[in-house]
């Protein structure tokens, strides 16, 4: 059973700083691109950040481009979201997420295991 844990999520003001980390387990995690979304109170789930299956290609959502860097280590299976600059509008839950492929998506229905979710609370 594939398994992913979140953790780093909270509460900062405006211009702090975050970290999440998406620990993976029950599946060969290096064969498989990662992505975090988001979902704001009332807003559909939106893409955020994804990584190719080694690391080497990133994407990045427009809103959090040159703010945000997604990174990960296969050998310790965990994928992580460093998150400066933070604005009031980065409020929402964080959901890391592993995709059917090694390739990029940024379409939720391409990524068949989620986690539980991270709060991001970012004060003005």
């Known amino acids: 059973q594939v398994q992913l844990v979140e953790s780093g999520g909270g509460f900062v003001q405006t211009g702090g700083s975050l970290r999440l980390s998406c620990a993976a387990s029950?599946?060969?995690?290096?064969?498989?691109?990662m992505g975090w979304f988001r979902q704001a109170p009332g807003k559909e789930r939106e893409f955020v950040a994804g990584?190719?299956?080694?690391?080497?290609?990133?994407v990045y959502a427009d809103s959090v481009k040159g703010r945000f860097t997604i990174s990960r280590d296969n050998a310790k299976n965990t994928v992580y979201l460093q998150m400066n600059s933070l604005k009031p509008e980065d409020t929402a839950v964080y959901y890391c997420?592993?995709?059917?492929?090694?390739?990029?998506?940024?379409?939720?229905?391409?990524?068949?295991?989620w986690g539980q979710g991270a709060q991001v609370t970012v004060s003005s």
């Open positions: 997420a592993s995709a059917r492929k090694p390739t990029i998506s940024l379409n939720t229905y391409e990524y068949n295991y």
């Open positions: 029950g599946r060969t995690f290096s064969w498989y691109s």
């Open positions: 990584i190719s299956w080694t690391g080497d290609r990133t």
